[in-house]
């Protein structure tokens, strides 16, 4: 399993794309795997015979496990796994009554060029293990993740472990002892009640969550607890933009650039952002981060979820630059090509649900950000211009943003300055 990124700590294996017998050269696409920062196909480090598949579709294990054997060419699959081949299954989770799980009796092997992967849990007092996004949602929360019963690898605390105990604290307590109630100020939320049962109808079909529409709805559940989300809708003209875009089209495509209404939202709102600083930053505790850039995310639908690739220095960027970079994240986003750091690093993001019909849409914030833009649907509209009807080329744009940190004084400031910006986009800028 490939170190897909410094804060990723295991993957699943979504599909195995070749099977055991089948020759495979170097570099070709060997499995594909989901974490939760990307998904993306893992090429064969080396050509042979795929002799053994020791982890099965939809398990989950941590990075730098043994996930498969290839041999030389001409090699046998085995009738028996390799003996420096580790099992897969994951350690046993811990016991209601809040025994911890039983340390891992044997060592796990370790790359030649890598340290090897901790799986004993934390013993009490120690610091618990968990992923920079978990401590940061407990830091946000004001929570002790040492008093968290980790259900990962390991006992490892997960985002799912996280939730549960701002939802739950006493039924998620530790080996450490009982919940600690939350600090003063502290942003966690009262126990929930649990949710009923589904009923069940005959002619249902019941299918367990992908792995990345498992990320979405954690990531989604992460940011309501977050941010108090507030919304503010502005209507705009793109009449202007749209003449641009016509006489510029085709020049554009010879240059290998897709130029489209989103590129035009997309260069109006970076430039923006340089504007209204707030729009672009961050909370950390008590701190707030200006960022230095602008690394625009942008939202592309999937057949099974959604990604948000990053445009890195977005706002260094002329339109040409940014039309072509735009296109070129969502095409590799699709075709499952992106990195890790491709999806990492977002300092604002931008979706465009309108490509669907919406008219607008309230999108949730992608944490740690502070706002977020929807674009609706763009069309011909009558509109009233000098007391007479015109028809003119008409769209909303939403302003999603964090109300802790923005105020909607700020927020509106922003959305007329964009709002001019795309009506009366300079044309020297093409």
């Not at 942008?298 to 445009?311: D, R």
């Not at 909607?408 to 300055?417: S, W």
Request: glycine share 8%; with cysteine; proline share 8%.
């Amino acid at each position: 399993m490939p170190q897909m990124g410094e804060s990723i700590a295991e993957g699943t294996i979504v599909r195995w794309i070749k099977k055991i017998g089948d020759a495979v050269d170097r570099d070709e696409p060997l499995f594909e795997i989901s974490t939760d920062k990307v998904d993306a196909e893992i090429p064969s480090p080396t050509a042979g015979v795929l002799l053994e598949i020791s982890v099965k579709e939809g398990e989950t294990v941590p990075v730098n496990s043994v996930v498969a054997v290839i041999g030389e060419a001409g090699s046998q699959p085995a009738a028996e796994a390799p003996k420096g081949v580790e099992p897969s299954t994951p350690e046993p989770k811990s016991q209601a009554d809040g025994a911890p799980p039983k340390a891992q009796t044997g060592p796990a092997p370790a790359p030649a060029t890598e340290a090897p992967i901790e799986v004993a849990p934390a013993p009490t007092g120690e610091r618990q293990r968990s992923s920079p996004l978990v401590r940061r949602i407990a830091k946000e929360h004001n929570v002790d993740v040492s008093r968290i019963a980790g259900s990962g690898v390991g006992g490892r605390v997960t985002k799912s472990d996280i939730l549960a105990y701002i939802e739950n604290p006493a039924a998620s307590a530790g080996p450490g002892g009982a919940a600690a109630p939350p600090a003063p100020g502290s942003s966690a939320r009262p126990a929930a009640a649990h949710a009923a049962p589904v009923f069940r109808l005959p002619s249902d079909r019941v299918e367990p969550m992908s792995v990345m529409r498992k990320k979405i709805a954690e990531h989604m559940v992460v940011s309501k607890h977050t941010s108090p989300h507030v919304y503010t809708v502005f209507e705009v003209n793109y009449t202007q933009v749209d003449r641009i875009r016509k006489a510029k089209k085709e020049e554009y495509e010879r240059q290998g650039a897709k130029l489209t209404f989103t590129s035009f939202i997309a260069k109006a709102a970076v430039d923006c952002l340089r504007r209204h600083p707030v729009i672009n930053a961050s909370l950390d505790g008590d701190n707030i981060v200006y960022r230095g850039s602008v690394n625009l995310g942008i939202a592309v639908a999937l057949e099974n979820g959604l990604i948000v690739p990053v445009v890195k220095g977005a706002d260094e960027k002329n339109l040409l630059g940014l039309s072509r970079s735009i296109q070129d994240v969502a095409d590799r986003a699709r075709a499952k090509k992106l990195s890790p750091e491709e999806v990492q690093g977002g300092t604002f993001t931008l979706t465009n649900p309108g490509n669907f019909g919406a008219q607008f849409n309230m999108p949730v914030i992608n944490q740690p950000q502070v706002a977020i833009l929807g674009v609706g649907n763009i069309e011909k509209r009558p509109v009233v211009i000098d007391d007479m009807i015109g028809i003119r080329t008409m769209g909303y744009l939403t302003l999603g943003f964090d109300h802790r940190l923005v105020d909607g004084a700020v927020a509106d400031q922003f959305m007329a300055d964009l709002k001019k910006a795309i009506e009366q986009f300079d044309a020297s800028q093409v």
